[in-house]
């Protein structure tokens, strides 16, 4: 038996995960929770737990921090993360964090499986959308960086900074 807790603060989007795992007899939801604080409680009571299904962008506490939280204090839990959020920054966070794999919300229950069993054989999975933006944040970190520093500045605004940081 395979168990998973799953992190989604959208209850329609809750359901319909739950309703593609409900195909797989070998399947049991453990835990659910609608935000990384809440699930990080609900683990400090109960760790056993194969792997989590995490969204991203929830309130409280979001998946990529909950993510890294639950890679140290719980390092036999695998993360895949599960979410509509493919952007180069939230990949790379996320992969940082230590998620063993990456799919968007409109994977099939196939899909979902494969990836489930994947991460479960100790490999990664990512989904061929989200594996495009981590090559090109390997093959260019700076995409990474330059979207993490743009805050809005004019370029006088950049030069005086640059100045001030000599």
Not at 48 to 76: F, R, S, T, V, W
Not at 109 to 120: F, K, S, T, Y
């Amino acid at each position: 038996m395979i168990r998973i807790a799953l992190a989604e603060d959208n209850a329609f989007l809750a359901k319909a995960i739950i309703n593609k795992l409900g195909l797989f007899d070998d399947i049991k939801i453990k835990s659910k929770a609608t935000e990384g604080g809440e699930l990080l409680a609900q683990l400090a009571n109960d760790s056993n737990i194969d792997i989590i299904l995490m969204d991203i962008h929830m309130p409280g506490m979001d998946g990529i921090e909950a993510c890294g939280e639950i890679a140290q204090l719980y390092p036999h839990i695998k993360t895949i993360m599960l979410t509509v959020k493919d952007d180069e920054q939230s990949v790379y966070g996320a992969l940082k964090a230590g998620a063993k794999g990456y799919l968007l919300k409109e994977s099939d229950p196939g899909e979902l499986r494969n990836a489930i069993d994947l991460v479960m054989s100790g490999k990664a999975m990512l989904s061929p959308e989200v594996a495009s933006k981590a090559i090109r944040i390997i093959q260019d970190p700076e995409i990474v960086d330059k979207e993490a520093q743009d805050f809005g500045l004019s370029p006088r605004e950049l030069d005086v900074l640059t100045h001030l940081c000599n």
